[in-house]
């Protein structure tokens, strides 16, 4: 049984089939996205994201992806749909979560807050504000492409180079590198920026939403040598 409380080393997001699904299990991704954000391309809807998660309960952390969306809307999904993670993508403060602590159903659930990394002084104050905040369920970041429209999913690379030596504004917390990874690429992000896990969502596709086998394998081979 997979540790759903850990931090993922290596997520697959933006999942829309169940074969997909069973794929990213055997193939031993810590971590599945289901994308609740409508304006993806790789939205799921709440019952259909219910039967992906039937799928993986045990097995792998099942993270749902949010943007703007109210702590009240996350936990109604949640109500259908279980989740491990709730993956805050959108324009969300550190006040989403203390009134996300007045709701029963997101008490126990983890976070992941998506930021992007451009070393703006923009940038240092959003961070500083989740760094300062004391959030137990706060597992860490993931850092992707500046992108204020799709929010993730683009294939835009983010700034490794500024991400090693990691930023103080981080606190020491853990971050998934996302944002246009791909197996032609990967090893030299991982060189350059030293996450701690990846999120690859477009790097393993053979369109929006449908993943391709062999480079979620080509991912999970590279990892492994």
Not at 4 to 13: D, I, Q, V, Y
Not at 75 to 85: G, H, R, T
Not at 168 to 183: R, W
Request: aromatic content about 6%; proline content about 7%.
């Amino acid at each position: 049984m997979a540790d759903t409380s850990r931090f993922p080393k290596l997520k697959f997001c933006g999942l829309t089939r169940a074969e997909d699904v069973l794929a990213a299990i055997e193939i031993g991704a810590d971590a599945i996205g289901l994308n609740f954000f409508k304006s993806s391309p790789r939205y799921v809807t709440p019952v259909r994201a219910a039967e992906l998660s039937c799928l993986a309960v045990g097995l792998t952390m099942r993270v749902g992806v949010f943007v703007n969306a109210s702590p009240r809307e996350v936990a109604e999904v949640l109500a259908s749909c279980p989740l491990d993670c709730v993956q805050l993508h959108g324009d969300e403060t550190p006040l989403w979560l203390e009134d996300a602590q007045g709701l029963e159903s997101l008490r126990s659930v983890k976070f992941i807050r998506a930021i992007s990394w451009r070393g703006l002084e923009e940038d240092s104050r959003n961070l500083f504000a989740w760094t300062q905040t004391p959030i137990p369920n706060l597992l860490g970041f993931l850092v992707d492409a500046h992108d204020p429209v799709q929010r993730g999913g683009t294939g835009k690379t983010a700034r490794w180079d500024l991400l090693h030596p990691r930023p103080p504004e981080f606190g020491g917390l853990p971050f998934l590198l996302a944002g246009g990874l791909t197996h032609e690429n990967l090893l030299q992000a991982i060189q350059t920026a030293r996450p701690d896990g990846l999120d690859i969502a477009s790097g393993i596709e053979s369109a929006p939403g449908i993943k391709d086998l062999s480079k979620m394998r080509a991912i999970a081979k590279l990892l492994a040598s």
